[in-house]
């Protein structure tokens, strides 16, 4: 640091001074100046304002995604006299899942811990950090600002709890919904969020790929709201009653809403505005087109007609099964696990669930949880540079190796959130009650719940 110095010192000669000197120390000052130029270059990191106004953008995108976008999508879904009670609990989980992010959140999945499975109690209440601390990025040498990764991180965290809601929609009390959350986010996504994207994490020392959130989000939400649907029955007139979506148009509009942000989620991912982003941002565009047509024809074959709700299905099937591979897959193959990925929802959607008997009010298991699997088991398969992925990052370099470290992550994913939700849906149950009663479920949620309708004809 002291040579440094001294280089810098001579490099800030005053101009006039350098002009009256010799031709041979002007040349000198120059190599001097280079040198000073190259060695800060190497010891002093970069934020780059076009990634802090890129990163700023997708944290917005992804915020978009849950109001209004998945809050519609689900609304949509459910029967008229629900439609407020589902806008209300993903308003309310995102904004109770913020406060408890800047809380204890935080530093509980990224707080530099050394720990396999959480990062530790040091940036509880975000301790040490300021506008002046940084995040490091993929790339050597440059990094944002602390409170964008936060921030960034904050809405994944909002948003996977806000959809295990469509597990159990139309049928679970509002103060279980929340006390429900804040207790599987604090057990369940933030020691996951670690395990997969902290450098100290179980997973992401197996070197599994988890780009945007494949297991993290959509494996951890779904098997979330598999249990939920199980644990608490299924809904009154279920396989008897009329329980179709009031409202397509929302859920379309709520599907496009997901899509648009999806960018976010995805190409945000990459944590700056570079190559990787753009490749992200491609396979997001493309592995969705091939899912919606992937449901839409299947669909077709097998009902005869091609219905908005089955495109809306495909479309966020895609979305989840390209959220894990896509920075590291190749846009073909992006096409490939889309389109592959949706007929497996399709099967899930229509026929397992049914021959099982559970609940799932809106699928969630049956497209994230699903999806998520398909779309992180995929990962490991079309990264090979052979079919135009960025290649393997297990040690060993073999497909085979990938698709197990993947096959690991997912399975970890599964057990976690399987006995975490089960843990604190019983713990939920003894405190304050799971389900409405069964003529507050009759007349719906929006007046039972919260005092007001949807819709006032």
């Not at 915020?63 to 589902?86: C, D, E, H, Q, W």
């Not at 959509?218 to 809904?235: D, P, T």
């Not at 648009?260 to 982003?277: D, P, Q």
Request: aromatic share 10%; proline share 3%.
């Amino acid at each position: 640091m002291t040579n440094l110095k001294r280089l810098v010192g001579l490099a800030a000669l005053p101009a006039a001074l350098l002009a009256a000197a010799p031709v041979w120390a002007q040349e000198a000052t120059t190599e001097v100046t280079e040198t000073v130029t190259e060695t800060v270059a190497e010891v002093v990191p970069v934020i780059d304002k076009g990634d802090v106004a890129w990163m700023m953008t997708a944290t917005v995108l992804v915020l978009f995604m849950i109001v209004p976008g998945l809050a519609l999508f689900y609304g949509g879904l459910v029967r008229t006299k629900n439609m407020l009670s589902v806008l209300m609990q993903c308003t309310l989980i995102t904004a109770v899942v913020m406060v408890i992010w800047v809380v204890y959140g935080y530093s509980f999945a990224f707080g530099g811990g050394t720990s396999p499975f959480w990062g530790g109690t040091a940036k509880l209440f975000l301790a040490g950090v300021s506008p002046e601390t940084t995040a490091t990025t993929f790339s050597a040498g440059f990094i944002l600002p602390e409170y964008v990764f936060i921030a960034f991180q904050m809405t994944f965290a909002a948003i996977t709890p806000a959809l295990i809601v469509g597990g159990f929609a139309e049928r679970m009390k509002f103060k279980a919904v929340l006390l429900f959350m804040i207790l599987w986010v604090t057990f369940s996504y933030f020691p996951i969020a670690h395990m997969v994207w902290d450098a100290s994490g179980l997973v992401y020392n197996w070197s599994a790929i988890d780009f945007a959130g494949g297991t993290v989000v959509h494996i951890n939400a779904g098997v979330a709201a598999l249990v939920c649907a199980i644990m608490l029955g299924k809904r009154i007139g279920y396989g008897k009653d009329n329980m179709a979506p009031h409202s397509m148009t929302l859920t379309m509009v709520g599907a496009a809403m997901l899509w648009v942000g999806w960018f976010g989620f995805n190409a945000g991912s990459n944590l700056e505005a570079t190559a990787g982003a753009t490749l992200a941002l491609l396979n997001t565009f493309v592995a969705t087109a091939g899912a919606i047509l992937g449901w839409v024809l299947i669909e077709a074959l097998t009902r005869g007609k091609a219905s908005m709700l089955g495109a809306a299905s495909g479309m966020v099937a895609g979305l989840v099964a390209i959220t894990p591979a896509c920075g590291t897959t190749g846009p073909v193959g992006a096409i490939v696990l889309g389109f592959v990925a949706s007929i497996v929802c399709y099967f899930f959607v229509t026929t397992v669930k049914h021959k099982l008997g559970y609940d799932d009010s809106l699928d969630v298991f049956g497209v994230h949880g699903v999806g998520g699997i398909v779309g992180a088991i995929g990962t490991g398969i079309l990264c090979a540079p052979s079919l135009g992925g960025t290649g393997f990052l297990v040690e060993a370099g073999t497909m085979g190796a990938q698709v197990a470290a993947q096959a690991k992550g997912v399975a970890v994913t599964i057990v976690w959130s399987a006995v975490v939700s089960v843990i604190a849906l019983l713990i939920v149950k003894v405190l304050v009650g799971l389900r409405v009663k069964e003529d507050e479920e009759r007349e719906g949620l929006d007046l039972t719940s919260h005092g007001e309708r949807a819709y006032n004809y």
